[in-house]
């Protein structure tokens, strides 16, 4: 028992160790379970961390999507927007000239609604005439240069259509792009230019008076006729020449420069400039040139015309040279009769006021006294007008002293004989005696003048200033009288009378080679300015 008991119990302790061994093996098994149960829980843990970053990949691509989708929003807004506000009739056609989009100006042109999207432009009706659409669009999607033309409406406006081709960003061609930009004003303005522009010319050519056109270089633009005729010149030789370098250059004169390119361009005109000068193949001319500046668009030019008055400069010259022996004549004819007056009348009127004093002493009786004395007071008086006349025809003291002498007794005289009060002022008597014909001339100019103030200025006072100068005299003569409007009276003339005797005046000025001027104003009295110039070394001791 005791034996089997050991076998029994041997037994068992094999079966023990066997199950001790499955229990190893079973361990074993476990532990590589629970090791790949950790291998897959590690795989698991990675499985989540790349879903949680694909999950953040894909909000982030969403949010993109969403910004995207709003900056495409704002684009589409912003090109309808464009299209609605723009005034330009646009139409995008693609390859099959079907309407793509339409801004709503294309409307005036086109009767284009929403659902016309996707029709034939040839289908749609127009306002347009534009025959050539369809083949300029084949030409433009062939050759893929753009073609621009000029179509017009039925109630006359015009536009410059153009078609250029349709880009896509990839740069592929999907269509054409056309569109009308409304130019009636502009064409309508070119055509009224042009039209303005025939005009003038036509005015231009029709003057008979040179007329030449240059622009702010001084370049010739264009000019008439009667400019090439004139001074004999070819438009080949003129047309796109400096005007300085016309003809011969008689046009580059100094002054002309100054006043072309200084005081024009400030003044914006040029009036009255002479121009003397020996033109080529034409001989000498004088030349009145008026210029002035012409707004022309987005340029300027300068209009000048030019008056021939050669035949009346020398007529004027004649008519002063004969002026100046009239005057001459007259002022020997003065003389003689003052002579005649003084020498021959004056003895005679001595002679008879020495014979009635010789018989007032003769006879006894108050009668015959009394017509003898009233007799010599009539030959006196007569004498005295005598020698008022003959200081009136030929002063002596303007011949022997000069023309202060005779102005200090013609002013003497006048105070006694008519009571106005003058005042003489003079200067310059160190220069030496005037030319006797500016002598005579200023010595007229004064009678003139206190001769007016005495029957229409109604003065009470005049002054006389005669200043004497190296190189010119002048002669200022001043009244308080009732003055005159000069503008009413551009001769300063008050009537008839002072009319003729300013009208004197001016001519005695411009024959000494001076100028007068004439200021008045009602109730203001007058005044007289006479400047004569002095050529050097032309003064009489």
């Not at 000239?97 to 409307?107: G, K, Q, V, W, Y």
């Not at 259509?161 to 502009?186: A, F, H, L, M």
Request: charged share 25%.
């Amino acid at each position: 028992e005791l034996k089997s008991t050991q076998h029994e119990l041997h037994s068992n302790l094999e079966q023990l160790e066997s199950v001790n061994e499955d229990l190893r093996s079973i361990n074993e098994e476990a532990a590589s379970m629970n090791e790949e149960l950790q291998s897959a829980n590690e795989e698991l843990e990675t499985s989540k961390e790349e879903l949680q970053s694909i999950n953040e990949e894909l909000t982030t691509v969403n949010n993109e999507l969403e910004n995207k989708v709003s900056e495409l929003q704002l684009l589409n807004d912003d090109m309808t927007n464009l299209l609605v506000s723009t005034d330009i009739p646009t139409l995008f056609l693609d390859r099959d000239h079907r309407i793509r989009r339409a801004t709503p100006a294309a409307a005036r042109l086109f009767r284009v609604l929403p659902t016309d999207v996707g029709r034939s432009i040839a289908d749609i009706k127009a306002s347009v005439s534009d025959d050539r659409l369809l083949r300029d669009c084949q030409e433009v999607l062939r050759s893929l240069a753009p073609v621009e033309g000029q179509v017009a409406t039925t109630d006359g406006r015009i536009y410059h259509r153009k078609i250029q081709p349709y880009r896509t960003s990839s740069d592929r061609i999907e269509g054409v792009v056309v569109t009308y930009n409304d130019i009636t004003v502009p064409v309508r303005a070119a055509e009224q230019a042009r039209e303005a522009q025939n005009y003038a010319e036509a005015i231009v050519e029709t003057i008979r008076e040179p007329l030449v056109v240059l622009d702010q270089s001084l370049v010739v633009q264009t000019a008439n006729d009667a400019f090439f005729k004139i001074f004999d010149l070819v438009p080949a030789r003129v047309l796109g020449l400096h005007f300085y370098d016309v003809g011969g250059g008689e046009w580059d004169i100094p002054e002309l420069r100054d006043l072309l390119e200084h005081i024009l361009p400030r003044e914006n005109q040029l009036v009255d400039y002479e121009v003397r000068r020996n033109f080529e193949g034409v001989g000498s001319l004088v030349m009145c040139l008026n210029a002035r500046v012409l707004n022309a668009g987005q340029r300027q030019l300068i209009l000048i015309a030019m008056e021939d008055i050669t035949i009346r400069i020398r007529a004027e010259n004649t008519r002063n040279m004969v002026l100046r022996e009239m005057v001459l004549y007259e002022e020997k004819e003065r003389h003689r009769l003052a002579l005649e007056l003084h020498d021959e009348t004056g003895q005679h009127v001595t002679a008879f006021l020495l014979g009635l004093a010789s018989l007032k002493a003769a006879h006894d009786k108050p009668e015959s006294r009394n017509l003898v004395a009233e007799m010599q007071t009539q030959a006196e008086e007569l004498a005295r007008q005598l020698h008022g006349i003959s200081l009136q025809l030929r002063p002596m003291a303007l011949d022997d002293h000069g023309l202060e002498r005779a102005l200090a007794n013609y002013v003497e005289d006048v105070a006694m004989r008519q009571h106005l009060e003058v005042d003489l002022h003079t200067s310059g008597s160190g220069h030496g005696r005037l030319p006797s014909h500016v002598e005579t001339a200023l010595y007229r100019m004064t009678q003139e003048a206190i001769t007016n103030v005495l029957k229409h200025g109604k003065a009470t006072k005049a002054s006389i200033v005669l200043a004497h100068k190296a190189r010119e005299v002048s002669l200022i003569i001043e009244d308080d009288g009732v003055g005159f409007d000069t503008d009413a009276a551009p001769d300063g003339s008050r009537g008839n009378g002072s009319r003729i005797g300013l009208r004197g005046i001016r001519e005695r000025v411009m024959l000494a080679g001076g100028t007068l001027t004439i200021e008045s104003h009602p109730g203001k009295g007058a005044a007289l300015y006479a400047r004569i110039p002095l050529p050097a070394g032309n003064h009489e001791e």
